[in-house]
């Protein structure tokens, strides 16, 4: 049975997503350029591996969370080479959120090494990673990702089969482009009805039972006070920063770019994102683009 | 027992709207300027009256069902003067979609002269009217929304109570901006997957399961061949058209100026809906603004 | 030969313009409600009159510079009656710039009473009031606009006339929603180009000689120390207010959405100085809408 | 003296430039992958080559318009290797609009072998090249912009420097993405106007000697019948086409992806210059984009 994994990147994702399949039974050996990142996941009962490659050796499935195309690029192929060392028995699933360009090249450049490798990127955040309930939208030959779920399925609620090498990441900006747009509409919507003269929490209860119906509204409402643990009650901490909102609206351009396709309101609340984002709310949550419909000084 | 309904306008939405209220055990009176359109609700069981004065005598409820600010002004108060001849002991729901200033007004209207008024726009179109599954969004007194339960219970599903006059309006253009907005984005974000591979039905499914998740997508996806019974899988034919549509997104900058509130993504929205509508779309069904992100001559 | 003028409003504009009517030999005699804006024109020489009705009588022109649609109504139908007692040779030049329905409503209301009236909204700000270089928009009878031009040579260099009643107020909220974009498309381009290592004043020299260029580039630049006179580089005090664009910006919207005509890029820079406005910029110039592109905490 | 030119790339650009330069004294020795180009420029006095190599052997001058990044990069550096062949007295001239990323790579891989390279993209289109009109927007070292202009004024009649390497290509984008936006913002000005019963001459003339004062108003108006020579009066045919258009705005959005800058109304312009182009008007000249806002059947 397969039971050993090699997790690499144990940042505030890749950590607790970690921790999930030890809790599962597996035998987690974990590595990280961060040494206190690495010593947290360690006290947390991962192996510590001196390196990727030590860490890899003899797995049954290598597990990635990286910040970019960059640097999923370089460990596997350009610089750490860990193509070279991974073993034709073992499974990549890299859940790191990248070009679906940089998912091919990854997955591609294992099968001509003869090994397999699919990409998962996840939407759920850190909540989500904590509490396995992620979703991981997959991209790469059908019956890697069935084999997939046996971990998967440890760390998440939903395994999504989206489609070949580059259909995971697709997904997820898809469906990301779709959640800012939301997420704003929701807040313009909101601002309007609460500057004529509404109450929010009525004004969203009525929405979200009628066709202005959707998931920012309904569990992750931007206005303070509309629901209890919403990053909105608290500030806007904690949930999905605004930085990353960015970085995935910048996929979605590129992805658009490349298939010709016109997003007209995507490229708008990546504008209004990157706007708010240079004004030092990078590290907010998302739904604090409410705050940039307030008649108020800003912050 | 309040029995007696007079139903003025019976277009498109009136006529299945009063026929409710007939299967329900109402007496219905009705009135449209429009000979064919009083002619055909009678034959289904309307009691035809000569003028609108005529069939609100005795009523226990007026309800309206009108195209515009100037014909709801027009007939209660600046020409045909019915607030005039409308009685103490009835109920005036004006269902029309207006501005919140014209309700307000038509509101207190009726107050100064000891009447009792309130505005119940819907939600739900004709598919909706139709199948007594409509939602009402009223502003007004409290215990004049209770008391119209009577009726609405027999036309829709929902009844919601926005706030004081106007709140209705209000709420009903809060919903449908963020309607278009979620619309147009569910569209963007489809043909942005499908550009680069992916399967309209999968993507469909996994944003619905994901933070994606919205009205538009779920219940009435504008991608042909993801639902079976949507407008988009039938030619757009049918639903709520784009000309109704655009008047909903003009109600919603007007309210914006009128309170200093900005809505960058419904403002857009509103200016993609009417490009749309110029070249010759206003009488499909609003999901079609699909249409205009596909690589082919238009329509 | 024509002599007397009643002025009616003489604020931050209508002053100045009075000042040069004086320079030039006519007899103003001055009317504003606010006592001490009164009492500064008197001080350069203004004939005091004790209220607008006073000042009309006997005036050769009447020329009013109001604030919106509701005073200017107010002022000559609706409250004031003014137009009760202005006599026949007397020619009506308002130069506020309101809504192209209310200027049509104060011409035909004259007409009917046999006064002649146009609007003359003005372009070119208080400087351009000082300087006596404004731009006049003119709308109404061409031999009226001609016999307007007595006065309004000595205000500013250009009378234009855009066609009948309305014409001037279209004129210039399509000019300036025309400006509004393209100073927000320059603040775009510079703050692109400083990004990417370039001096901004290269950068608008560049511009001014190819295909990108305009006013707002040219003549108003929005770059702090591109160019020394400009409200740019004098903390952005001065000039044309945020307020006002706002303003225009809404009458533009409000045209658009009489005509049924689509400004995507219009409206989009409507929501722009709005948002911006909603963060306490209303009084500083337009210009300022650069700082928005800044990577700096606001303001 | 210097006095041999070779040119590569002898499309609707390159070729026209090309015989000023015979024009003007200089041997010019060409290449063009496509055969029928290269004969039609050696009727006009091209000395034929059989390759680049060949062409660049003992030229003073190596000028290239090439279609983009990749063709660059190949042609230079990664395949046809002709930084190994050109001789150290030669001074490269890329006249291609690319990417200032791979206007660097160029700049940077010639400076390695000891050679001089600068980047100069052009504005002025098909037009301005055959009238020697163009205007070159350099970067690269101080001194070999100098250099260049024994050549570059015979084709143009502004060279500018941007800056260092990669600067003449920021310039270039942020000019056409100015250009972009104030091209389509006088569109709508203009349509708004007619829509509302203005003569487009007229409001053309007026906003030309006002604020709204631009490139695309004054020297190229994109309203049919308002100037006698521009595209718009001929259907859209000639000039700038919307395919090269949506090539500029979106090495714009890259710069602007780099750099972390936000260009609201230039990401707006990018859409709708490619929804635009999506209905086949991509061979158009991008003037066309005033049909868009006409109610009547899309083209």
């Known amino acids: 049975m397969d039971k050993i994994v090699a997790f690499l990147g144990l940042g505030h994702m890749g950590a607790p997503m970690a921790f999930n399949l030890i809790k599962a039974g597996f035998t987690v050996r974990g590595f990280d350029p961060v040494e206190t990142l690495l010593q947290a996941a360690v006290e947390q009962g991962v ?3 001196a390196s ?42 890299d859940c790191s959120t990248v ?43 059908h019956e890697d990702v069935e084999r997939a779920k046996t971990v998967l399925q440890h760390m998440g609620t939903n395994v999504f089969f989206a489609g070949p090498a580059g259909a995971g990441q697709t997904a997820k900006i898809c469906n990301n482009m779709l959640l800012a747009i939301h997420m704003i509409g929701t807040a313009e919507a909101l601002q309007l009805g609460v500057d004529n003269g509404l109450d929010p929490k009525v004004l969203s209860e009525i929405m979200s039972k ?30 999905f920063k605004v930085a990353l909102m960015c970085k995935d609206l910048g996929l979605a351009q590129q992805a658009a770019d490349h298939s010709r396709s016109y997003t007209p309101l995507g490229s708008l609340a990546r504008n209004l994102f990157g706007l708010h984002s ?22």
Chains 1, 2, 3, 4 share one sequence.
Not at 126 to 141: H, Q
Request: aromatic share 8%.
């Open 52 to 93: 990727a490659k030590e860490a890899v050796k003899g797995a049954d499935f290598v597990i990635s969370m990286l910040p970019s195309d960059a640097v999923v690029e370089s460990l596997y192929i350009d610089k750490d080479h860990l193509l070279e060392v991974i073993e034709k028995q073992t499974l990549i699933i």
């Open 99 to 141: 070009s679906a360009r940089s998912s091919k090249r990854l997955i591609n450049a294992a099968q001509i090494k003869g090994l397999h490798a699919i990409e998962a990127p996840v939407s759920g955040g850190v909540k989500g990673a904590a509490a396995a309930t992620l979703s991981f939208m997959c991209g790469g030959e």
């Open 210 to 239: 009628s066709s202005g119906a959707n998931w920012s509204l309904q569990t992750y409402n931007p206005y303070p006070g509309v629901m209890e643990s919403t990053p909105a009650s608290n500030h806007y901490r904690g949930g």
């Open 47 to 49: 192996e510590k591996c």
């Open 278 to 299: 240079l004004k030092g709310n990078e590290e907010l949550d998302f739904s604090s683009i409410q705050t940039i419909f307030n008649k108020e000084p800003y912050k």
